[in-house]
């Protein structure tokens, strides 16, 4: 380091004197040395005289020298010991100390340039400044290299960062551009949907005209007439199956009806939109979509918002254009708008065998199913939808995950296999549930819900169901039932193995669309639907379907000829009967086709269906239709076991077996759909091994907790009388059992207006009760209230609310709701009904609506949540719609409005006093009566059906019960009894010599439960009104009755001021029962 400090000091002195140019490179033979007077001499030349030598070295010096004084004071510490004497003296004190008394520049150059200075610096100084030269030059061209690199890194900066200005650019305005072409699209959606909008108003404005016009002009309207015309129509679902027909608004001024298939049984509300937003916010998904419906595939837009879906069909699209206006007529949805909140249901679909589609189903016991272009899409529509699941009928979470679940994820996931097999749920219901999950839907004829052939005694005059000779092998498809036909069929598939196309054994299918069409040709709109498909001709007469035992035997020889049934032969009688008068043609055997030929034992279609039924619920059939289910929907549908069962069907019917995107020629594409929509389409495959069979009934027979099965009747007739110290006639008695409510008790109301909540303890002493055990067998399952019993606190039972004088206190002053906790009282003197809490007694809300006195109260069944309807019938001939929400326990769904709620719908048509009324939300059927006149059948919007007329003697109807199967039993005055059909057809009639206060039918609706005055309750069988039982007469009369929630105690409410339970059970009266058991 002193080196290199008095190398620096030495180029320094040496810089400034001499101005000769240093040599490129020094070595250390080359130095200079120099005096300081020869150095002086050699800069000046020849000098004058010491004053200009003083100036001129100041001159020289007077840059340099400020520097040497700062490089003494900086780096004293080193020079003091690298600048040493001849004697070893420090020279750099010496030095220090000329600097800091003196700051002559001649001094300084004095003392540097002396002898002991120059050797000093001679010695020390030449090798550090050569090596000094070097550090310089190898420091210079790192310098250069530095900055080259640094050059080259500020370029590559600049040039990426002018990339990036150029992508951002580029960036923005691609945004710019997608901003405005969203923009554009989103002024586009919303005029889509304004004028959408407005179509559907103008649609609905039309429909309330022809509403309005059809209730003015009807038969029992103001301006009535002698005739009225009905022609049906179908709106159907696929998760139960029962029909009512429906008003619907067309064109003619006569009103038209349509065939309804009955909701899931999650319902919680089935309520009707009110008058709301054309579009419920923003636009959340837009997609193009198409609407499936029965014989038509619509093009449209799907848009959601985020509380409801829209639906607007592409009227500019040729395929649209060229449908037949009258298909049209029976197509719903094609400018559709559905609710979230009426959203019970989501499954995933197939159509034309692949996984792009999606149907809803709704509260109203409709669905709307649509078709998306991918997968991909139908996942983003679920995730738009409110989270529902494929409801809370099949013991899985109400989740998007479940609505997005395959088939086979489904079946294995629901608990409904286990409930089947204990005989909780029917086969025909079992079999609704496995094509609903499967993928067969109401909504594509393709895909239609198939259910078996299950007699094949249709000749006999009597049919023996106790027979296993009068019933289907279901182990074997329809094809390979006859041997023959079995051997045909083999070798065709063996001979078709041979073939590029994958072997088959039959070449058409067990369910198609012209199948469903065949079947249902009578009925609308499946008869315009027919004969839209077939240039509005009908089918040749002896193809067509006339007879029950030609189709059968057609099943057997034909061997073109595959075909299964559909559910209507289970419930739905009027598609035998050609009621609408169509011209069919002639047989070659010259018979004229109308209605369908019935089996001998058959006298009417009603007695068909109602066997048909029985036989599916048959011992013979619940203990092989695990067998037939493997064919259909399980690990004999496809495969080697597929082949050695004979039910192998064509490879375009099957899931999976052609991806019709990866198609690129679209006539070949087009041609690939029209095959799949003739040859049909095979169910989802649910199970890869074998179904479970159901267990039998003797094995369930003996468990505790079988609901079904029959039971040993060593059981008492009557298990307990209960009776209140009022002495007060009970006249209205509620049986809400359900284990899961807070509170299940039986409530009674008597004459007096005095309530009790009786609880109830589930356990009647019945094997099978839920709840049972045996420490309990013994207990009564009813105790008395406790209020009631021990006469305290009277206040909280007593209804003190004054009602009118002339009412006369019935059963039907009365409505419990589901969970025990609110009862509901008309009668009262102001025109309201009332609604009292039955823990405390106290009034909680006062319903106006009537204007006259309210005279009788119903309640439609309750689902999740306690929503239900609720109809009040008035002495000002009409009946008011209402709703009850089980959540805010009000009348209305809005606890925050302080104005009076309003009725869903004000139905009319009586022109008297109205006597009694019975709601089934189920169906969505208000049937009421009125003093005088025919009962008459409201669908829950308001629409007027039919009535219900019986014999001229039967006019003043006092009863009603109806089922969720369809039977409606109607008592009039003087123990006359009807049933009719839910599409008004008298089935039967009776009188009783007895004066009836109180009926009820079974849940399965073939029981009727009767008791009057005369104290005596008796078991009928509803179909044709056959006495089954009569149970010890009492010592009073009967006013009120209900029945368990397990169908297993009738609780009676006795004009002495008691209730009393019987024990009964429905099945011992089951026909397999009284044969074998």
């Known amino acids: 380091m002193s080196a290199r400090v008095a190398s620096s000091l030495s180029v320094c002195i040496f810089c400034e004197v001499d101005h000769n140019p240093l040599p490129k490179r020094l070595t250390p033979s080359e130095p200079k040395p120099f005096s300081s007077l020869t150095g002086l001499q050699a800069a000046y030349g020849d000098a004058g005289p010491c004053l200009r030598e003083d100036i001129c070295a100041k001159r020289a010096l007077e840059k340099v020298a400020p520097l040497l004084r700062e490089i003494f004071v900086d780096f004293?510490?080193?020079?003091?010991?690298?600048?040493?004497?001849?004697?070893?003296?420090?020279?750099?004190?010496?030095?220090?100390?000329?600097?800091?008394?003196?700051?002559?520049?001649?001094?300084?150059?004095?003392?540097?340039?002396?002898q002991e200075w120059q050797n000093s610096i001679q010695k020390n100084a030449g090798l550090a400044f050569i090596e000094l030269i070097n550090e310089g030059r190898l420091l210079c061209h790192a310098m250069k290299d530095h900055i080259v690199r640094v050059a080259n890194e500020a370029e590559f900066i600049l040039n990426r960062q002018r990339a990036e200005d150029v992508h951002k650019h580029a960036e923005f305005e691609s945004n710019c551009a997608q901003y405005a072409a969203d923009r554009k699209e989103e002024e586009k959606m919303c005029d889509h949907l304004i004028s959408a909008a407005k179509h559907r108003d103008h649609v609905?404005?039309?429909?309330?005209?022809?509403?309005?016009?059809?209730?003015?002009?009807?038969?029992?309207?103001?301006?009535g007439v002698p005739s009225h015309v009905f022609r049906h129509t179908r709106e159907e679902k696929a998760v139960k199956s029962k029909?009512?027909?429906?008003?619907?608004?067309?064109?003619?001024?006569?009103?038209?009806?349509?065939?309804?298939?009955?909701?899931?049984?999650?319902?919680?509300?089935?309520?009707?939109?009110?008058?709301?937003?054309?579009?419920?916010?923003?636009?959340?998904?837009?997609?193009?979509?198409?609407?499936?419906?029965?014989?038509?595939?619509?093009?449209?837009?799907?848009?959601?918002?985020?509380?409801?879906?829209?639906?607007?069909?592409?009227?500019?699209?040729?395929?649209?254009?060229?449908?037949?206006?009258?298909?049209?007529?029976?197509?719903?949805?094609?400018h559709g708008k559905w609710m979230f909140s009426e959203i019970r249901a989501v499954f995933s679909r197939r159509y034309l065998l692949q996984n792009t589609a999606m149907e809803v189903f709704m509260a109203n016991r409709?669905?709307?199913?649509?078709?998306?272009?991918?997968?991909?899409?139908?996942?983003?529509?679920?995730?738009?939808?409110?989270?529902?699941?494929?409801?809370?009928?099949?013991?899985?979470?109400?989740?998007?995950?479940?609505?997005?679940?395959?088939?086979?994820?489904?079946?294995?996931?629901?608990?409904?296999?286990?409930?089947?097999?204990?005989?909780?749920?029917?086969?025909?219901e079992y079999l609704m549930f496995l094509n609903t999950i499967a993928g067969r839907t109401y909504n594509d004829l393709n895909q239609y819900p198939v259910f078996p052939w299950v007699l094949t005694n249709y000749e006999s005059e009597e049919l023996d169901l106790?027979?296993?000779?009068?019933?289907?092998?279901?182990?074997?498809?329809?094809?390979?039932?006859?041997?023959?036909?079995?051997?045909?069929?083999?070798?065709?598939?063996?001979?078709?193995?041979?073939?590029?196309?994958?072997?088959?054994?039959?070449?058409?299918?067990?369910?198609?669309?012209?199948?469903?069409?065949?079947?249902l040709v009578r009925i609308e709109p499946f008869t315009t639907f027919f004969l839209g498909a077939n240039n509005n001709k009908f089918d040749h007469p002896d193809c067509t379907f006339s007879a029950i035992t030609r189709s059968w035997r057609n099943c057997q020889r034909d061997t073109s000829d595959v075909k299964e049934l559909i559910p209507e032969f289970y419930y739905l009688p009027e598609m035998l009967v050609n009621s609408n008068g169509y011209h069919l043609g002639m047989r070659e055997d010259g018979t004229m086709i109308c209605d369908v030929d019935l089996p001998a034992w058959a006298k009417k279609p009603e007695d068909f269906?109602?066997?048909?039924?029985?036989?599916?619920?048959?011992?013979?059939?619940?203990?092989?239709?695990?067998?037939?289910?493997?064919?259909?929907?399980?690990?004999?549908?496809r495969g080697p076991e597929a082949v050695r069962a004979l039910n192998v069907f064509h490879h375009l019917t099957y899931e999976g077996s052609v991806s019709l995107d990866s198609i690129a020629d679209p006539l070949l594409r087009e041609a690939t759909e029209a095959q799949i929509q003739s040859f049909g389409q095979t169910p989802s495959q649910l199970l890869i091994e074998p179904h479970p069979p159901r267990s039998s009934a003797m094995h369930l027979c003996f468990l505790p907790q079988s609901p079904l099965m029959f039971k040993d009747q060593m059981q008492q007739d009557v298990i307990m009388v209960l009776k209140f110290p009022s002495n007060s006639p009970v006249t209205h008695v509620a049986a809400n059992t359900l284990p899961h409510l807070t509170v299940p008790a039986v409530v009674t109301v008597t004459c007096s207006r005095l309530f009790a909540v009786n609880r109830w303890h589930n356990t009647v002493g019945l094997r099978g009760a839920p709840g049972y055990s045996l420490e309990q067998a013994h207990h009564l399952p009813i105790e008395m209230d406790s209020l009631v019993a021990n006469n305290t606190g009277s206040n909280k039972r007593q209804i003190t609310d004054l009602v009118d004088q002339s009412i006369q206190i019935t059963t039907h002053c009365f409505v419990v709701t589901a969970d025990n906790r609110y009862i509901l009282v008309c009668g009262f003197?102001?025109?309201?009904?009332?609604?009292?809490?039955?823990?405390?007694?106290?009034?909680?809300?006062?319903?106006?609506?009537?204007?006259?006195?309210?005279?009788?109260?119903?309640?439609?069944?309750?689902?999740?949540?306690?929503?239900?309807?609720?109809?009040?019938?008035?002495?000002?001939?009409?009946?008011?719609?209402?709703?009850?929400?089980?959540?805010?326990h009000i009348i209305g769904d809005n606890p925050n409005n302080g104005d009076y709620p309003a009725p869903r719908a004000v139905l009319t048509g009586h022109d008297q006093e109205v006597a009694c009324v019975a709601v089934c939300a189920e169906l969505g059927l208000v049937i009421s009566g009125a003093k005088e006149g025919p009962c008459l059948v409201h669908t829950i919007t308001g629409d007027l059906l039919r009535a219900l007329e019986g014999p001229d003697s039967y006019q003043s109807?006092?009863?009603?019960?109806?089922?969720?199967?369809?039977?409606?039993?109607?008592?009039?005055?003087?123990?006359?009894?009807?049933?009719?059909?839910?599409?008004?057809?008298?089935?039967?009639?009776?009188?009783?010599?007895?004066?009836?206060?109180?009926?009820?039918?079974?849940?399965?609706?073939?029981?009727?439960?009767?008791?009057?005055?005369?104290?005596?309750?008796?078991?009928?069988?509803?179909?044709?009104?056959?006495?089954?039982?009569?149970?010890?007469?009492?010592?009073?009369?009967?006013?009120?009755?209900?029945?368990?929630?397990?169908?297993?105690?009738?609780?009676?409410?006795?004009?002495?001021?008691?209730?009393?339970?019987?024990?009964?059970?429905?099945?011992r009266w089951h026909y397999e029962h009284q044969n074998r058991y």
């Open 204 to 223: 609905t404005a039309n429909q309330l005209k022809q509403k309005i016009v059809n209730i003015l002009t009807n038969k029992h309207g103001p301006w």
């Open 466 to 519: 106790t027979l296993p000779g009068n019933f289907r092998d279901l182990s074997k498809p329809v094809g390979a039932l006859n041997p023959k036909r079995a051997a045909f069929y083999s070798e065709r598939y063996e001979s078709g193995e041979e073939d590029q196309t994958p072997p088959c054994h039959y070449d058409s299918h067990y369910s198609t669309a012209a199948t469903t069409l065949h079947w």
């Open 957 to 1067: 109807p006092r009863l009603i019960s109806v089922s969720s199967e369809g039977h409606c039993i109607i008592c009039y005055e003087r123990g006359r009894f009807c049933n009719f059909s839910i599409n008004g057809k008298l089935l039967a009639q009776m009188e009783v010599n007895d004066t009836t206060r109180a009926i009820l039918l079974s849940s399965d609706g073939h029981n009727l439960v009767t008791g009057g005055d005369n104290g005596v309750v008796e078991v009928w069988q509803a179909c044709d009104f056959r006495k089954l039982y009569i149970y010890p007469g009492c010592d009073a009369g009967i006013r009120a009755m209900d029945l368990s929630h397990d169908q297993r105690t009738l609780i009676t409410g006795m004009a002495s001021g008691s209730i009393v339970a019987f024990n009964i059970d429905f099945n």
């Open 366 to 428: 409709t669905s709307v199913m649509f078709n998306f272009p991918d997968q991909a899409t139908v996942k983003k529509v679920v995730y738009c939808l409110p989270r529902v699941g494929v409801g809370t009928s099949y013991g899985l979470p109400q989740a998007r995950r479940i609505s997005l679940a395959t088939p086979r994820q489904l079946f294995k996931s629901s608990n409904m296999t286990q409930r089947w097999q204990r005989r909780e749920i029917s086969n025909f």
């Open 609 to 637: 269906v109602r066997i048909n039924r029985m036989a599916l619920e048959s011992e013979f059939v619940s203990c092989q239709l695990h067998q037939w289910i493997d064919l259909i929907f399980g690990y004999k549908q």
């Open 829 to 888: 003197w102001d025109k309201s009904f009332r609604v009292y809490s039955s823990e405390t007694g106290k009034l909680t809300q006062i319903i106006f609506g009537h204007w006259d006195v309210v005279t009788c109260l119903a309640r439609s069944e309750s689902y999740i949540g306690g929503d239900c309807y609720i109809v009040s019938g008035s002495r000002d001939a009409t009946l008011l719609l209402w709703y009850w929400s089980g959540r805010h």
């Open 243 to 334: 029909i009512v027909f429906r008003s619907s608004t067309l064109a003619s001024q006569n009103p038209e009806t349509e065939l309804v298939l009955d909701g899931e049984e999650d319902n919680v509300s089935l309520l009707q939109d009110k008058e709301m937003d054309n579009v419920g916010g923003p636009v959340v998904l837009s997609s193009s979509a198409q609407l499936v419906a029965p014989v038509l595939v619509a093009r449209g837009t799907l848009s959601i918002t985020t509380s409801e879906i829209y639906f607007e069909v592409d009227e500019d699209d040729p395929a649209f254009k060229r449908v037949d206006p009258k298909v049209l007529v029976y197509t719903d949805g094609l």
């Open 76 to 114: 004293a510490p080193f020079l003091s010991r690298t600048l040493l004497g001849s004697h070893g003296q420090e020279l750099l004190i010496e030095g220090l100390v000329c600097m800091k008394s003196s700051t002559s520049v001649v001094e300084l150059v004095m003392l540097l340039c002396s």
